[in-house]
């Protein structure tokens, strides 16, 4: 490969399966993903695998993991983020059990109030997921004591608060090296959701489970989970509170983003359309918290189906349409900038995609500090337009990828 030092890892791939004489039905299969996966990972649609996923592929096709990154090793390491120094703490409070019912637990009320609080800090605050790291800890092994020591209906609210804990941590694990970790967390959320019987708490916990499936590229099951949710809450949606409302919505985005991200045009435009109805129904001022689904965010939800079926003109279009400062929170304003920067980088237009950049950093320095797609765009540019360069090498300082 050394002869062609400027392909792409997407380009590198399709190189070594070519080699190998395997279509990329087969080594989607032999990597337990789909051949639209390898498709959009080929076309570099998606960012490159993580680690372990390399590890696979390359045992696949025969060859060392350092042939199909070649020279952007170093560039892979930098892009996926630092680890967030609250980590440890996080993964120490996930890690341990209350294994005794002889322990005290605090009111059922005192765990909602501070479950709510946390997710308001979320929203508001710069460095979100430092506030997260800081109180995720306590919150965690106090909703898993309250989950063993009450009985009855208690026991079975207090499952839904711990589902919404171990919600909030994938917050914080999103964009973090635990992979595994989120993957456990996501796991026994869904199982708490489904001791509360809670609808409310199983829409959430589906919501957050969806988007692990899709980002690990394993689409299929994300949508048939998201599909599945859908069908069991359509026939509470009619008299729903507005809470329950929004969260069904929301899962049906869910569904308009993965087939985006399989390339499946029409049917993401068709959840689009489906989910935009249902936030119609919402109040206008309502702002669901841990989906932010709400009539303001079906504008930027817009611009991420377009940017995920690379419909980069398409996506700046949309883009123009909103506000950015309409978006109550800013951790989801930082992500719906660094969306719209995916589309003027898909056009090329360089100093528009610096500029929502630097905004994103504005409103959450923390989102983008973490975000993969910010990282790589800043990195590409240091090197780009001499109008941009000051303001983008400004940028990476901020975010770290320069010294």
């Not at 765990?111 to 929203?123: D, K, V």
């Not at 590409?380 to 940028?395: E, W």
């Amino acid at each position: 490969m050394d002869s062609m030092p400027e392909l792409t890892f997407g380009q590198r791939l399709k190189v070594y399966r070519e080699r190998s004489g395997k279509t990329r039905a087969v080594l989607g299969g032999l990597v337990g993903r789909s051949a639209e996966w390898v498709k959009a990972v080929e076309t570099d649609r998606l960012l490159p695998p993580r680690v372990h996923m390399l590890d696979r592929i390359a045992r696949v096709l025969k060859v060392d993991v350092s042939a199909l990154i070649g020279d952007l090793s170093e560039r892979s390491a930098v892009v996926d983020g630092p680890e967030h120094p609250a980590l440890a703490s996080v993964r120490e409070a996930l890690n341990r059990f209350t294994l005794s019912g002889e322990v005290s637990s605090q009111p059922l009320e005192r765990i909602r109030e501070r479950l709510s609080a946390a997710w308001r800090a979320r929203h508001q605050a710069p460095d979100h997921r430092t506030v997260l790291g800081a109180v995720l800890p306590d919150l965690v092994r106090d909703a898993q004591r309250a989950a063993l020591t009450y009985e009855g209906d208690e026991r079975r609210r207090a499952h839904a608060l711990l589902a919404e804990a171990l919600n909030l941590a994938q917050m914080f694990l999103a964009y973090q090296p635990a992979a595994e970790l989120l993957w456990r967390v996501a796991d026994r959320a869904m199982v708490a959701a489904q001791e509360s019987g809670d609808p409310e708490a199983l829409a959430r916990a589906g919501w957050f489970l969806c988007q692990i499936h899709r980002e690990a590229g394993d689409w299929d099951t994300a949508m048939s989970v998201t599909l599945d949710l859908i069908s069991a809450l359509e026939p509470r949606a009619a008299d729903a509170n507005a809470n329950l409302l929004a969260l069904w919505g929301a899962l049906n985005f869910e569904a308009a983003y993965t087939a985006a991200r399989a390339g499946e045009e029409g049917r993401a435009w068709r959840y689009w359309d489906h989910a935009d109805r249902v936030a119609q129904r919402l109040p206008q001022d309502f702002y669901q918290p841990q989906t932010s689904f709400s009539q303001v965010i079906m504008g930027a939800h817009a611009v991420t189906v377009a940017v995920e079926l690379q419909k980069s003109g398409e996506a700046v279009r949309q883009a123009a349409r909103l506000d950015p400062a309409a978006i109550p929170s800013r951790p989801r304003r930082a992500r719906h900038l660094i969306e719209a920067a995916r589309g003027h980088y898909g056009k090329g237009d360089h100093e528009a995609t610096v500029a929502m950049l630097r905004r994103a950093y504005g409103s959450a320095p923390e989102t983008i500090r973490f975000n993969g797609y910010a990282r790589q765009f800043t990195l590409d540019l240091l090197d780009g337009p001499r109008s941009a360069r000051n303001d983008v090498h400004d940028l990476a300082l901020k975010v770290g990828l320069v010294s």
